[in-house]
Nanobody
Framework: QVWLEESGGGLVRAGGSLRLSCQAS????????MGWFRQAPGREREFVAA????????DYADSVKGRFSISRDNAENTVYLQMNSLKPEDTAVYYCAATGSGMLHVRGDEYDYWGQGTQVTVSS
């Protein structure tokens, strides 16, 4: 079992930045590839970014490439999502997720554990 807790969300103006954190506890964090997803009101959950267990490989949704950066610190059991040049369309609840498959996944159903989410609101 892995427990995930997101933090760092908030209200920011367009063009601003936020850094989300996801603290993991439970089983060995470094065994898991990690992902960030988001869900806006009235929309389906969508993939944002993913990072391998080692941190050597990452993947991003086209909508956030060049603006968002995912990273992890296995010593601190934490994965981060640095979000720059934020846009109103980035407004959503952001979730982190863990997968024991060892591979990067863009589909939510490939992930085993989920956090409760943190709200990000970008004003225009």
């Amino acid at each position: 079992q892995v427990w995930l807790e997101e933090s760092g969300g908030g209200l920011v103006r367009a063009g601003g930045s936020l850094r989300l954190s996801c603290q993991a506890s439970g089983r060995t964090f470094s065994y898991y590839a990690m992902g960030w997803f988001r869900q806006a009101p009235g929309r389906e959950r969508e993939f944002v970014a993913a990072i391998s267990w080692s941190g050597d490989t990452s993947d991003y949704a086209d909508s956030v490439k060049g603006r968002f950066s995912i990273s992890r610190d296995n010593a601190e059991n934490t994965v981060y999502l640095q979000m720059n040049s934020l846009k109103p369309e980035d407004t959503a609840v952001y979730y982190c997720a863990a997968t024991g498959s060892g591979m990067l996944h863009v589909r939510g159903d490939e992930y085993d554990y989920w956090g409760q989410g943190t709200q990000v609101t970008v004003s225009s």
